[in-house]
Every structure is written in structure tokens, then in C-alpha cells.
């Protein structure tokens, strides 16, 4: 069956490190996302991609980078940790337009000390 | 600008009742998409319901149904019979058309709690 998996679950890292999680989907699909989650905010954009070679910036970017070199893998790096990234990480995958839901990863919990 | 806005930070229903979850937007966009999801302690995010802005009927799906207002710019979702395992946190979200290739923007949630 396809999927979308994350990578880490859960990480702990220290403040001005650099991180990267991993997302990875076999649903063939070309547009990509990440959220994160926090109190009060709910699910907020930080970049998305619409195929290979594509990047945009979502509503948080800042502090945020992504790549994406093949349809299955969105990974997104933390240049330098900050503990405001302290947060629940949410990857997602959907077709383009029309009704399409979008599938959502199982989530990576970060905290940064 | 787009915005979703869930007014209910949390609800409580007696189990086998029904609860109405409130949804409103604001859009310029003609052509767009509402979507529910449901996340449950456990984290993940599963999707329930789809409106489009040109769908006549309301959306069904099995226990779920979304309570489409254009005019008003609402999209409420409705539990039947709610049942233990409704017990979750809800989010409402919607897609414009100028953002066709699947970004969503999300209210803040309503935690519902199912009571025995």
C-alpha cells in the first residue's frame, strides 16, 4: 500500500544545531508539504513543493529549508535550531487540485534545548 | 487573505448524540475546497469530508455530513450519533483556487469530547 512516512518520530537536539527530517512518500504524488503544529496555531505552512526541482515558501519559512531532487522525498533542514522550533512536524502529500485530500505523514516531534 | 476560524476551542456531546462542529472562512477566490480532518491523541491527521464551492448537495460520508453555507461562508461539520472514538481534536481547512495544486490553510482546531 502506499505511504508517507517520517523520519525521526522524535528527536531532541541542542540549540544552533543543524537538523534534518525526513519525509518520503509512495503515493507518486507531486505536490509535497510541511506544517508544523503548535498550541493555538494549529497547522501552519512552511514550504511546499509541486515536483521535482520546486520549492516555494510557505507562511513560516523562515529558519526553514527544503530540497526536492526526486517525487518520493521532501526532507526539511533547520539551518541553525532555535527553541521557537520546538514543535510537531507534519509532511504531506496530494494531487494536484480538484478534491484531493491531502495524506498526511505521522508526524515528527522535535524539541530543541 | 484567506483565514479558517473554528470558534469552539472545545465541545463535549453525550455519546449517540449529535454535535455540530462550527467552520467559517473568508476567500475572494470563486472556486475553492473546505476539507475536515481528524486527529486523535495518537497524533495523526485523517481526513474526513470535502466541499467544493460549486458542490450543490452537502458532502456525506457515512456518519459525517458538512453543513455547506455559501452565503454565509461556513462549512459546519456534522457527527451523527457520536460515538467514543469521535473523541479527538478537528480541523477545518480550505484550499483556493489560486492555490490549486493543494495548499491548505487551517483553523486552529475544536477538541470534542465524547462523553459515556
Known amino acids: 500500500d502506499a505511504e508517507i512516512t517520517q523520519s525521526p518520530r522524535h528527536k531532541i537536539t541542542e540549540t544552533g544545531r543543524q537538523v534534518t527530517l525526513a519525509c518520503h512518500q509512495t503515493?507518486?504524488?507531486?505536490?509535497m508539504f510541511w506544517y508544523r503544529q503548535d498550541l493555538g496555531h494549529g497547522l501552519r505552512l512552511i514550504h511546499y513543493?509541486?515536483?521535482?526541482?520546486?520549492?516555494n515558501k510557505g507562511e513560516v519559512s523562515d529558519g526553514y529549508s527544503v530540497s526536492r531532487s526526486n517525487t518520493e522525498d521532501l526532507p526539511l533542514t533547520l539551518e541553525s535550531a532555535a527553541s521557537s522550533q520546538t514543535s510537531v512536524y507534519f509532511c504531506?502529500?496530494?494531487?494536484?487540485?480538484?478534491?484531493?485530500?491531502?495524506?498526511f505523514g505521522p508526524g515528527t516531534r522535535l524539541t530543541v534545548l | 487573505a484567506q483565514k479558517i476560524t473554528q470558534t469552539q476551542p472545545g465541545m463535549f456531546v453525550q455519546e449517540k448524540e449529535a454535535v455540530t462542529l462550527d467552520c467559517t472562512y473568508d476567500?475572494?477566490?470563486?472556486?475553492?475546497?473546505l476539507f475536515w480532518y481528524k486527529q486523535p491523541s495518537s497524533g495523526e491527521m485523517i481526513f474526513l469530508i470535502y466541499?467544493?464551492?460549486?458542490?450543490?448537495q452537502n458532502a456525506t460520508e457515512g456518519r459525517y455530513s458538512l453543513n455547506f453555507q455559501k452565503a454565509r461562508k461556513s462549512a459546519n461539520l456534522v457527527i451523527s450519533a457520536s460515538q467514543l472514538g469521535d473523541s479527538a481534536m478537528y480541523f477545518c481547512?480550505?484550499?483556493?483556487?489560486?492555490?490549486?495544486?493543494?495548499?491548505?490553510?487551517f483553523g486552529q482546531g475544536t477538541t470534542l469530547q465524547v462523553k459515556p
Open positions: 503515493w507518486n504524488h507531486n505536490n
Open positions: 504531506a502529500s496530494s494531487l494536484a487540485g480538484g478534491p484531493s485530500e491531502q495524506f
Open positions: 476567500t475572494s477566490d470563486q472556486s475553492y475546497g
Open positions: 466541499q467544493g464551492s460549486y458542490d450543490e
Open positions: 513543493s509541486y515536483g521535482v526541482q520546486d520549492t
Open positions: 481547512a480550505m484550499r483556493g483556487s489560486s492555490s490549486n495544486t493543494g495548499k491548505l490553510i
